[in-house]
């Protein structure tokens, strides 16, 4: 499983807790279920599960935590990964854990520790400005940890999250030499500079 050591978020905005499994089932058809706790007080915060129904996968919301969860990912495509709404200082440096559980396959059951949220109450913002139809760069600076070099993803997002407001997600990994994957490049239109 893939999580990130650390995630950085603004208070009373949404955050992405990334959460990737690459445990094979592309015949699997029956139950997926996605638990997301806290470690210390044990605490299971957002639960669902995604089954067949009619010839489409659906989710289905079990546990949810005042409501501020939403599943992100989807889990036939090995994504587990979900939006905190409204973010807030009490959420910083919990113990989170994701969990996968093949309910229909036996032993199938995956977990993985997720990195601590750091909320910030104040996040600097510089102004793009361009020309219909140029260029602009929108800059973000980060410093990866160095706990975990194996893999990082930078997502970039629009709008609401809501209405699919993924516009851009780069995976690169540290173990190969490359440039990395672009999952999501919505018109083409983004580059990764840096």
């Known amino acids: 499983m893939e999580t990130p050591d650390k995630v950085v978020g603004r208070e009373g905005q949404l955050v992405v807790l990334y959460c990737k499994f690459t445990h094979p089932h592309h015949q699997y058809n029956g139950k997926i279920n996605i638990i997301w706790s806290e470690k210390k007080p044990k605490n299971t915060f957002f639960k669902y599960t995604n089954y067949l129904l009619n010839g489409k996968y659906k989710n289905e919301i079990l ?11 989807d889990p036939r495509k090995n994504d587990a990964s979900i939006i905190i709404n409204q973010l807030r200082t009490t959420d910083t440096n919990k113990d989170l854990t994701c969990r996968v559980e093949l309910t229909e396959q036996e032993g199938a059951r995956f977990g993985c520790p997720h990195g601590p949220i750091t909320v910030s109450g104040d996040v600097s913002a510089s102004m793009v400005i361009g020309k219909r139809g140029g260029s602009a760069t929108l800059s973000c600076t980060f410093s990866p940890s160095s706990a975990n070099r194996r893999v990082i993803t930078i997502l970039w997002m629009k709008g609401t999250p809501w209405a699919e407001s993924v516009v851009f997600n780069h995976t690169r990994s540290y173990s190969t030499s490359g440039h990395g994957t672009d999952n999501v490049n ?3 239109r983004y580059e990764l500079v840096g």
């Open 63 to 73: 546990d949810n935590v005042e409501t501020r969860y939403k599943p992100m990912g």
């Open 186 to 188: 919505r018109g083409g």
